[in-house]
């Protein structure tokens, strides 16, 4: 699930200055000059409404400039200001998707509000963040609706996130188990609504369902080991929860573990309830 990232150390409203001093040798210049003020304001507005599309508006006065805009992102000029933070940028250092916590290092960027909507946001490091491919396809141009007005979680803004909010159940008979996950009671209701969204929209539920059920296969070859090598399997299981909270206590192997590790019956059959069997 999604993870908690530090905000950007770039500045994001003085990148709009310095974008625009950069163009004032260039055919654009008195265009950008002309909207700086705006954009300056509306990159505020942004970070003061945690980049929520029910608070931050569209700014259809430039749509007929957006190819001005999308070519900030599309094509930086080596050096330019904005490229060289993009560069940063892509350099994350994650190991998780930060969207849905999916093993593997996302690689590419993905515009919280989409660029095509919202081409003044496209270098926005705020609006800015890593994403692996299946999260991005999914996700596409969406942003709410009438009845949702937010899908996605902002993972710079909902600082909730730094607690686990998905919980998973592993229901007996553990031969053949089966797998409930559900959005943590404990966030607030509207959080709770939040997080709804976001996985059913990203398609999330069979993604999971895929890579639970491999993971619990794996888990029993692992107990069948312990055992035969007389291990303690309860302590094992729990050195297995505590490393999987890093980089995130959302990430799809701390979910899994925490299940395992909160469920007595299922400790138990892993223990000592005989021979455990690949489902």
């Not at 892509?90 to 960027?109: F, I, M, Q, W, Y």
Request: aromatic share 10%; net charge negative.
């Amino acid at each position: 699930m999604v993870m908690y990232l530090p905000s950007p150390q770039t500045d994001s409203e003085q990148l709009v200055d310095d974008i625009v001093v950069e163009r004032q040798n260039g055919p654009n210049a008195a265009y950008f000059t002309g909207i700086s003020p705006a954009w300056r304001a509306r990159v505020a507005d942004y970070i003061a409404q945690g980049g929520s599309p029910a608070a931050v508006p569209t700014w259809p006065q430039i749509e007929p400039r957006k190819t001005s805009f999308l070519t900030l992102y599309l094509s930086p000029a080596d050096g330019s200001v904005q490229g060289e933070i993009l560069k940063v940028m892509r350099k994350h250092g994650l190991s998780v998707c930060p969207a849905c916590g999916e093993p593997g290092a996302p690689n590419t960027l993905d515009h919280y509000l989409p660029k095509t909507r919202y081409p003044h946001f496209c270098v926005t490091p705020h609006n800015l963040f890593p994403m692996c491919d299946a999260c991005q396809k999914e996700k596409d141009t969406k942003t709410g609706d009438a009845q949702t007005p937010r899908f996605f979680l902002h993972p710079y803004y909902d600082t909730f996130l730094v607690h686990q909010i998905l919980d998973l159940t592993i229901q007996a008979p553990f031969e053949t188990p089966t797998f409930t996950l559900n959005v943590s009671q404990a966030l607030e209701p509207d959080q709770i609504t939040l997080v709804t969204a976001h996985v059913r929209e990203l398609a999330l539920a069979e993604r999971y369902g895929h890579f639970f059920r491999n993971q619990y296969r794996r888990l029993i070859r692992l107990v069948t080991r312990m055992r035969e090598n007389h291990q303690d399997v309860r302590a094992t299981l729990a050195t297995f929860t505590f490393a999987a909270a890093d980089p995130s206590p959302n990430s799809w192997d701390h979910i899994f573990y925490t299940s395992v590790m909160s469920n007595p019956p299922l400790l138990a059959y892993l223990e000592a309830g005989g021979r455990p069997t690949l489902p």
